[in-house]
């Protein structure tokens, strides 16, 4: 569960990332995760801003 939560939180280490070596469909999950949580940065980081320039 940590290692999904560094994985989803791209500005935040955890050190997770570097104590797992996932292989096959799991390499292929953590892709995914990574790049959910980038989306989920930008969606706050633009919301924050959407908020705050009113």
């Known amino acids: 569960m940590i ?3 560094d994985l989803l939180l791209p500005i935040v ?7 797992f070596n996932p292989a096959g469909a799991m390499q292929w999950l953590s892709y995914g995760l990574t790049a959910a949580g ?3 940065a930008t969606t706050v980081v633009a919301r ?7």
Request: proline share 0%.
């Open 13 to 19: 280490d955890l050190g997770q990332q570097s104590a």
């Open 3 to 5: 290692y999904a939560l």
């Open 38 to 40: 980038w989306v989920l």
């Open 48 to 54: 924050a801003a959407r908020v705050l320039g009113r």
